[in-house]
């Protein structure tokens, strides 16, 4: 009987467990769901649970000429790119001197990447446009592509930092005790075991490129359209379907550049993050 009992009680214990997951399962899958839906609804409306009609005329509208999402995407991937090389230009040399040189005050270096985040978006933003509108370079492409640098430096300098206090510095002696310079032991060794971490570091920098809106918004628009905007002005206007396609756009290359991370940033590497 007690066996009994306590194979009900067991049985029971997974009820909770499951209403608990299920709920977590809805919460997470259900407003992709709804995104999915919306992409290829043609009529939906109020009371009913399910569209009425599906088809694709909304992707055609959207990537149509004057649609807009073409134009934003090419800037969106041109701005995300040029952001990934300028923050990997300065991350990299920046990365391996906080990694390798006894530098004072390293802490307060590395915190001081931080400090773009720090501070309210809005009102940075505000007037970075101010002063980029003085100086023309308000509604530029280069204009967008350095206050994406601000932020991307953050993901950019402490990752490179730890790919590189990953790295065994005796291999870097080894390769000199041998004949080679510095340049040659950086470009040889230490740079090729590095590069699963940059590699990660550039998808990071790649991705907060893509989604940033504030910054483009203040800095780009209405000169520089980008996929963020055109998410903001559809979802504002009512243009559901617009919305949910551009945002599918956002979405998709993050999912598969999160699975890239999981395999290049190592273990080790993520272990001295920060430090």
Excluded: C
Aim: charged share 10%; no cysteine.
């Amino acid at each position: 009987m007690s066996s009994t009992l306590r194979s009900s009680l067991s049985t029971l214990w997974w009820v909770p467990r499951g209403l608990i997951f299920g709920l977590m399962a809805f919460f997470i899958f259900g407003p992709l769901f709804n995104l999915l839906l919306w992409t290829v609804a043609e009529k939906w409306y109020f009371p009913h649970t399910l569209p009425l009609q599906y088809g694709f005329s909304a992707w055609e509208r959207v990537f149509a000429p004057r649609g807009g999402a073409l134009d934003s995407l090419r800037n969106s991937l041109v701005v995300a790119v040029l952001t990934v090389a300028v923050s990997l230009a300065l991350a990299v040399p920046a990365g391996y001197a906080l990694a390798r040189l006894k530098l004072p005050f390293r802490s307060l270096i590395l915190l001081a990447f931080l400090i773009p985040q720090a501070f309210p978006n809005l009102t940075v933003y505000v007037n970075v446009a101010r002063i980029f509108y003085e100086i023309r370079l308000n509604g530029t492409i280069p204009g967008v592509v350095l206050v994406h640098v601000s932020h991307g430096l953050v993901y950019a300098v402490w990752i490179a930092t730890a790919a590189f206090s990953a790295i065994d510095v005796e291999l870097e002696q080894a390769a000199r005790s041998m004949g080679a310079g510095a340049l040659r032991a950086f470009f040889d060794v230490s740079l090729p075991l590095a590069a699963p971490g940059l590699m990660a570091s550039a998808i990071f920098v790649f991705l907060e490129s893509l989604d940033e809106f504030t910054g483009s918004y203040f800095v780009g628009a209405p000169d520089v359209n980008m996929l963020p905007l055109l998410l903001y002005t559809a979802g504002s206007g009512g243009n559901y379907q617009t919305a949910s396609i551009t945002a599918l756009l956002l979405l998709v290359p993050s999912l598969f550049f999160m699975l890239i991370v999981e395999r290049f940033l190592k273990a080790d590497v993520l272990s001295r993050v920060g430090r």
